[in-house]
């Protein structure tokens, strides 16, 4: 039976195997993947389009609350709108939206992306088909070898030869897995990183139109208002207090000149 397996995967058919198995496992990744992809960049689309709906910061601030309704009924948005939403402070006076974070730290491939796929594995698989197509190159390698071996114990010259000459062809033959493997996982990186990058620049969009129609304000930037506000605040309770003890001082003067 070992013997037989080994000679299976000597034969001429067995490189032709190895490269459908190295194609399917491309195909089911390609496919996959662009899938998932493809509704992630469809449903980015359409979130880009609710925001730019709102034509300047004042419709936004009107809009507001249908809008976070609309992203927190989407799974894709919903727990990274949620977190986002924490950040928003309401200036009602100019009908403004303030934001204290930027948008890109709650909508991100990490916050949108990885819920749908395993970018992590997504992005090895490249490196998985090239492996595999090694790995099938050896196996049949090794299975030639133990052929030739027996090839070259026979007493004739004549049938080392033949062995060697066979060894050499069927060499050349398993070599085929790792030129599958290899091209496969180019081609896959390529389409790969095209996917990737139309995330990215619809994240990018998603996150300049939300930013584009609120005024980001920092930490820092509130700290300083109040801290301006209570130094206001100080100085006019000390005009307030030098301005009643001026009153009092008036007012006491005539009846001191009375008496």
């Given at each position: 039976?070992?013997?037989?397996?080994?000679?299976?995967?000597?034969?001429?058919?067995?490189?032709?195997?190895?490269?459908?198995?190295?194609?399917?496992?491309?195909?089911?990744?390609?496919?996959?993947?662009?899938?998932?992809?493809?509704?992630?960049?469809?449903?980015?689309?359409?979130?880009?389009?609710?925001?730019?709906?709102?034509?300047?910061?004042?419709?936004?601030?009107?809009?507001?609350?249908?809008?976070?309704?609309?992203?927190?009924?989407?799974?894709?948005?919903?727990?990274?709108?949620?977190?986002?939403?924490?950040?928003?402070?309401?200036?009602?006076?100019?009908?403004?939206?303030?934001?204290?974070?930027r948008p890109y730290e709650f909508f991100?491939?990490?916050?949108?992306?990885?819920?749908?796929?395993?970018?992590?594995?997504?992005?090895?698989?490249?490196?998985?088909?090239?492996?595999?197509?090694?790995?099938?190159?050896?196996?049949?390698?090794?299975?030639?070898?133990?052929?030739?071996?027996?090839?070259?114990?026979?007493?004739?010259?004549?049938?080392?030869?033949?062995?060697?000459?066979?060894?050499?062809?069927?060499?050349?033959?398993?070599?085929?897995?790792?030129?599958?493997?290899?091209?496969?996982?180019?081609?896959?990186?390529?389409?790969?990183?095209?996917?990737?990058?139309?995330?990215?620049?619809?994240?990018?969009?998603?996150?300049?139109?939300?930013?584009?129609?609120?005024?980001?304000?920092?930490?820092?930037?509130?700290?300083?208002?109040?801290?301006?506000?209570?130094?206001?605040?100080?100085?006019?309770?000390?005009?307030?207090?030098?301005?009643?003890?001026?009153?009092?001082?008036?007012?006491?003067?005539?009846?001191?000149?009375?008496?």
């Amino acid at each position: 039976m070992w013997d037989s397996g080994i000679e299976w995967v000597a034969g001429a058919s067995a490189p032709w195997i190895f490269c459908s198995i190295i194609a399917f496992a491309f195909a089911y990744t390609l496919i996959d993947g662009w899938w998932r992809l493809s509704s992630a960049s469809m449903l980015l689309s359409r979130g880009i389009r609710t925001i730019q709906s709102t034509a300047s910061r004042t419709q936004f601030f009107k809009e507001y609350e249908s809008i976070r309704e609309e992203f927190t009924r989407q799974p894709m948005f919903a727990a990274s709108w949620a977190e986002f939403d924490k950040t928003i402070l309401v200036n009602d006076q100019r009908e403004l939206l303030l934001i204290t974070r930027r948008p890109y730290e709650f909508f991100n491939e990490q916050g949108l992306i990885s819920p749908r796929i395993n970018l992590r594995l997504y992005q090895a698989f490249p490196g998985y088909l090239i492996s595999l197509g090694l790995f099938f190159t050896f196996v049949g390698l090794v299975a030639a070898i133990a052929i030739a071996a027996k090839g070259l114990d026979a007493g004739t010259v004549e049938e080392a030869q033949k062995s060697l000459v066979q060894l050499l062809q069927v060499a050349s033959v398993k070599f085929i897995s790792s030129v599958a493997g290899i091209s496969f996982s180019i081609l896959l990186s390529i389409v790969q990183k095209s996917h990737l990058n139309r995330i990215h620049a619809l994240i990018h969009g998603f996150c300049a139109a939300i930013e584009s129609r609120t005024q980001l304000t920092t930490t820092e930037q509130l700290l300083y208002d109040w801290l301006k506000t209570q130094q206001d605040s100080s100085r006019q309770l000390q005009h307030l207090a030098e301005d009643i003890a001026t009153e009092v001082a008036i007012a006491i003067a005539p009846e001191s000149k009375e008496a």
